[in-house]
């Protein structure tokens, strides 16, 4: 562009495209053009208005981060008032807020639009002639504050309409909200840089559109749906919440697409249980749905009670985060020693089970948390997650709650404990002389994936040690029936199920019995990568730290362990003493070269199959050296389903993962192992 007179259109043109193409990534989410040629366009936009600097315009897509930071927020007052939802916890309530709408209405089919309940914040939009003049939160629904400049850096938020087919004034609601991932990296950048870590994405949101400086809340991860028309100036718009949102969306808006439209009362709770379903692997917080009655007529005809609609309802999930009270704080020591600090909870339900201990993870976490017994805590459970302390409310903490002071002695043995690493990790030092760690390896020496003892659960191996009759794995092939039945709940015939399991377990494969030894970070992979590479446990045992790096994913640190383990005087006694109780596997083809035939490749099992079971099938994947994971991302590769497959596969359709059901699957084993 060189002609000076053509340089306002050129600006003009490319603010657009600049604009539809952020259009396409951020409200659709189906990108037309490469980032590269984005950034291309958005370079020349750039360096055009640097030339000219009078053509500059506030709605350009390069002046989201406008002037310098505000000295103070001003008042917005919403000339429609930014109104709450009621909220239901139970499919009764949801029964009886049908029941009131098809009342009122006197009709029976009620269509409703359904939408996540995204958990950030609510914003209104104002945008006259197309272009955003402001923003405000809801504040107390009736006065908020003017946070236009933070709004405006948000790129899901366009500052211009696209196309020319909106009314002149149109004020758009929505939720801004800071996505999962987002939030976790913003507080590991936070606690590195040492400043305040935020409780949840919600409030990470709130402080980041809280800010006077712009160019703080340009570095925030925001994003922004839009769930609601404020006004309207023109008649013309449509005239259900539906067609609303997808007007607003062909817009520019960003509208979450999980929306639906659903019939009556069975369309809002089969939506509800799919969303739940979702939930966990959604990028971002919801903390339930919400119902709207589609059309906007029938709206104005329920109109409001005190301070929300009659024609919408929040259909609340399970609460993931509650409040409770610790009770005492103790310290678990695990196999290999490390000593973990746990709050014991008054019990409380959250996140669907009722929760009494959670993790505090390690000494710097309890620094962190300054959290004492005594305390009122928030208490986080989601999905299948470990119960965490999320934050200790300090203003009804007892007086005279004493801090809290980390063990210097394990509680089980009276060893002491020592710091590893950067002093994080505790461990005592204790070792086998310590009978918690004498326990829980014992007891995942006859754990299912490893020797696969059946029968042997948590209890009998305490009583087992407690009472001296095995000090390490190599007793339990010594155990008489006399020695069984003589101990609580023990009787005749269970003895000698166990004697008999015990038995069977003395035929096992050589991956499975390395595994079982528990030697520090050596998992299953690590044990089958050893097992095929050197092929024989002499070998292993044998080996030097070089020769151990050379096994794939064997780096310095498991090869010391490996290598350590081999070498400790009680280690090559049980191992002695176990191989004389004639434990035994196959030789195993050691292979030293090449990578294995599914090397790199992650597969997940989900629902039955009908040649073999999961486990077997897992181990033959293991062995041409797959990697086997619980759950689907986006980085498995391939998702066998058998019968009835679980959630799993549907989540491998979304996300566009291979499915092989099992006669596929078969065959590729069967090619693979040919390979092998
Ligand atoms: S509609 C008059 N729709 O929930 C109805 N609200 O208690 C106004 N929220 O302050 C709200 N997702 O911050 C609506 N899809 C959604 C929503 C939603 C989240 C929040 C919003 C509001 C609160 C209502």
Known sequence: MSSLDNVPQRIEALRELVSYHDY???????????????DRLFQELRSLEQAHPELITLDSPTQRVGAGPLSQFEKVVHEIPMLSLSNA??????GNFHRRVTERLKTDTIEYTAEPKVDGLAVSLLYEDGVLTRAATRGDGVTGEDVTHNVRTIPSVPLRLIGKDYPGVLEVRGEVFMPKARFEELNDNQREK?????????????????????????????????????????????????????????????????????DGLPGCLEYYHTLLGKRQNLPYEIDGVVYKVNKI???????????????????????????TVVEAIDVQVGRTGAVTPVARLKPVYVGGVTVTNATLHNRDEIERLDIRVGDSVVVRRAGDVIPEVVSVVRD?????????????????CGSDVVYEGDGVIARCSGGLFCSAQRKQSIQHFVSRRAMDIDGLGEKLVEQLVDRGLVNDVSDIYTLSKAQLTDLERM??????????????????????????????????????ALANHFGELGAIRAASKEELEQVPDIGPVVAENIYTFFRQTHNKDVLKKLLRHKLHWPVIKPRKVGPAPLAGKTFVLTGTLSAMTRDEARAR????????SGSVSKKTDFV??????????????????????????????????RQA
């Open 24 to 38: 396409r990534y951020y409200a659709l989410d189906s990108p037309e053009i490469p980032d590269a040629e984005y």
């Open 89 to 94: 916890f139970s499919e009764e309530e949801i």
């Open 194 to 262: 040492g400043e305040k870590v935020f409780v949840n994405p919600r409030n990470a949101a709130a402080g980041s559109l809280r800010q006077l400086d712009p160019r703080v809340t340009a570095a925030r991860p925001l994003e922004m749906f839009c769930y609601a028309l404020g006004r309207a100036q023109d008649e013309g718009f449509p005239d259900t919440q539906y067609e609303i949102l997808m007007k607003l969306r062909s817009l520019g808006m960003r509208v979450c697409a999980e929306t639906r439209k659903v």
């Open 297 to 323: 007529s029938q709206q104005d005809a329920l109109g409001f009670i005190s301070r929300a609609p009659r024609w919408a309802v929040a259909h609340k999930f399970p609460a993931q985060e509650e409040l």
């Open 396 to 412: 009804r903490r007892p007086h005279r709650a004493k801090k809290y002071k980390f063990p210097t002695r394990c509680p089980v």
């Open 491 to 528: 009787a005749e015939k269970s003895a000698q199920n166990l004697l008999d399991a015990i038995d069977k377990s003395r035929r096992t494969t050589l991956p499975r019995f390395l595994f079982a030894l528990g030697i520090p970070q050596v998992g299953e992979s690590t044990a089958l």
């Open 621 to 628: 994947l293991q062995s041409l050296g797959a990697k086997v």
């Open 640 to 673: 066998i389903a058998g019968e009835d497959p679980g959630s799993k596969a549907a989540k491998a359709e979304a996300l566009g993962v291979e499915t092989l059901d099992e006669a596929r699957f078969m065959k590729m084993l069967a090619k693979k192992e």
